[in-house]
């Protein structure tokens, strides 16, 4: 008979998997998961949270916030991947599987047109409900001046869709529908802490950011692959930040 804190459960997750079916013998225990996704978040919440003070604090320079976010974006990656080694969990856990690559590359592709109008038009309301935004359309340290700048914004906004994606749908949902029992709540808990990561957006840009994490978690369950919310994640950032600003006169 398994102990209390390993019992299976019959949760269905992202990669149709059971949530906690993993090797008594090898697979960390739901106490285990707990404590390792509380050490997760004590190294990324920090971050996430002083964001909320960007705007108050001198201006940082575009490359010096795009390679500070982009080292940390990778070392975050790299300690999930050490977590499912040490664990002797595969890569499908978080979503890294290339079934259906292309079909989900154009699933991504074929929802950004009705997801972005979405969001426009959530956070319009939202900003004419009082809800506050920034006067601007994107802080000085999003915005990209010069041909090196754009090329380092166009890893920065790969890096980031792979990262956060991995991050945040596929680590945090698993370790949370582990610890919570519970899909909605591992959804809406590493949504919450998604759009912590935005306060420089106001309030009306955090619960944009929260609309858009939800609708992520929910292509990613759909699928049961990171690709579609890569792609999809990826394809927003790619217009806010390289193509709206090359638009915009100087």
Known sequence: MCRSDEVRVNVVNPTGNNWGELDEQTGPSRIEQTFEVLVFLAVIVPSEILSYFVLQAATASFVLSATATIVRDLALVALILFFLWHNREGLPRIGWTWRSFWANVGIGIGLFIPFTLAAGLIESVLRDAGLSAPSAPLPSFLTAA??????????????????EETIFRGYLILRFGNTTRSLAAAVILSTGVFALGHGYEGSAGIATVAFMGIVFALVYIWRGSLVAPMVLHFLQDFISIIVLPLLMPH
Not at 153 to 161: I, S, T
């Open 146 to 163: 010069g041909a090196g700048q754009y090329v380092l914004a166009f890893f920065l906004v790969a890096v980031v869709a792979v990262a």
